[in-house]
């Protein structure tokens, strides 16, 4: 089994600054891209920020220069530092990991349990 749990979220004013962490456990062999999801109120579910192997990382246009997706390769750990948050930055946030586990080595993708960010004043 593959777990994700996330942390770090909660409120924040707008402006304000939060950090979300996720790390992978359980029987992995590998895990190839990270993500950061959320889903903001009234819309679908939406790419926050990727970081693939080789160091490739992309990041949705609403959050250019705001947002820093950063990962611990040795903690199977990734990490969302989220500055100048906005309102519109409001949603739950979800970890994605494209893994391989030792149970089967059948690369798929796992999603964390999601952890709330609240950007209000």
């Known amino acids: 089994q593959v777990q994700l749990v996330e942390s770090g979220g909660g409120l924040a004013q707008p402006g304000g600054s939060l950090r979300l962490s996720c790390s992978a456990s359980?029987?992995?062999?590998?895990?190839?891209?990270m993500a950061w999801f959320r889903r903001v109120p009234g819309k679908q579910r939406e790419l926050v920020a990727v970081?693939?192997?080789?160091?490739?990382?992309t990041y949705a246009e609403s959050v250019k220069g705001r947002f820093t997706i950063s990962r611990d390769n040795a903690k199977n750990t990734v990490f969302l530092q989220m500055n100048s948050l906005k309102p519109d930055d409001t949603g739950v946030y979800y970890c994605?990991?494209?893994?391989?586990?030792?149970?089967?080595?059948?690369?798929?993708?796992?999603w964390g349990q999601g952890t709330q960010v609240t950007v209000s004043s």
């Open positions: 994605h990991a494209d893994v391989v586990p030792r149970t089967d080595f059948s690369r798929r993708g796992f």
């Open positions: 359980g029987s992995i062999f590998s895990i190839y891209a």
């Open positions: 970081s693939g192997t080789g160091g490739n990382i």
